[in-house]
């Protein structure tokens, strides 16, 4: 019998037989490597990612729950690895997003002649609030009962026209201050914020607004003293930084996705909180690239937004298909926890979406 030959891997120094080591992966060469190998080791591992990744994605949107199950199963190496995936397709996303929506520049066609077309818009609505008035006038000045409609209805559109009055004056940033008439006075005094917080000091306690709005009034009053240009820059920053954070907010929301499936599906003890885990990077990934394709290739390409709302359906029905073969309940109960899954998960991104803007506020 003849020996057989071993080798010393280059990499890790662990002996190995035949041409790549069963410890790191490493191709085994007892001379210097050519040229000609080098390309021929950069095609074979570009050849092997292209395909994985269509193995990947193909199954991924026209095979709800499939790739998820498989994976969970042990079936790895054929695929992308859900990181991987979610990392390459919300980096594609995120590229073309902020390629195709510039802050700055919508900010800059914003700044120019947009004040009185606001201006304009803002009076024809109030013509026309005034004009609608002047007919529930004709229709209901008969009885007594009608009047008391009258007057409540004319209180109403009186607050609203006026209410639009104060907002046109800032409509450029698509600010309204007349939700909170304190603030409105304040900000038309041009009040500092020193003079504000020193005001609100000498009240008692009783009368003395919360700490949160006391600080928010006061980010406000500071930035009513930058003046036009300085509020269009700050709200550009702001909006920058706002949009900036939203991938950062993915990467808690993930987590919390797979955390409201392990509590809807709590008594299946056989499915760990990884297993959903999977789930939320493939459905997270598939939602990416439904939105490249849709959005920014289709949708460009004919014109339309008919792809993308495609697109949205798919995405409601692909996660109902992939509960139910990932689980295996009924339709019934997948379709009351994929409810209850959708409120969740909601009302957690608004108050995400909140903490969001409150903090790129604070950190502009």
């Keep these: 019998m003849e020996e057989k030959t071993t080798h010393e891997c280059k990499n890790c120094s662990t002996e190995i037989e035949g041409q790549f080591c069963h410890f790191c992966g490493q191709r085994y060469h007892d001379h210097k490597e050519s040229f000609g190998e080098l390309a021929y080791e950069f095609v074979s591992d570009f050849l092997h990612f292209d395909s994985r990744f269509f193995k990947t994605v193909l199954p991924l949107i026209f095979q709800p729950g499939k790739l998820t199950k498989s994976y969970n199963e042990g079936k790895q190496r054929s695929q992308f690895h859900p990181i991987r995936l979610y990392l390459f397709s919300s980096f594609i996303y995120f590229f073309l997003f902020f390629a195709f929506n510039n802050v700055e520049d919508q900010f800059e066609n914003e700044g120019t002649g947009n004040t009185k077309d606001a201006f304009v818009t803002d009076s024809v609505n109030r013509f026309k609030l005034e004009d609608s008035l002047k007919t529930v006038r ?28 104060i907002t046109s004056k800032d409509s450029v940033f698509h600010l309204s201050y007349s939700s909170n008439p304190y603030i409105d ?106 939105l490249i394709f849709s959005k920014y290739i289709l949708d460009n390409i004919f014109d339309t937004e008919f792809f993308t709302t495609v697109a949205f359906i798919w995405m409601n029905v692909y996660l109902l298909i992939a509960m139910k073969r990932l689980y295996g309940q009924k339709w019934g109960k997948t379709l009351l926890k994929l409810f209850s899954l959708q409120f969740l998960f909601m009302f957690a991104l608004i108050i995400t979406l909140v903490i969001n803007m409150a903090w790129s506020a604070f950190m502009i």
């Design 138 to 165: 004709q229709n209901i000045s008969d009885t007594s009962a009608n009047e008391k409609t009258l007057s409540g209805l004319n209180k109403e559109i009186s607050g609203s026209v006026g209410k639009k009055i």
């Design 185 to 290: 006075s304040l900000l038309h005094k041009k009040v500092t914020p020193e003079a504000y917080l020193k005001q609100q000091n000498m009240l008692s306690k009783e009368k003395k607004a919360g700490y949160f709005e006391r600080i928010f009034t006061a980010r406000l009053l500071k930035i009513n003293m930058t003046g036009e240009e300085g509020k269009k820059e700050l709200f550009k920053k702001l909006t920058e930084t706002f949009l900036h954070n939203i991938p950062k907010m993915l990467f808690f929301l993930l987590p919390l996705f797979a955390l409201i499936l392990k509590l809807l599906y709590f008594r299946r003890k056989q499915f760990y909180y990884v297993d959903h885990a999977i789930l939320s990077l493939h459905y997270f990934s598939l939602i990416f690239i439904l």
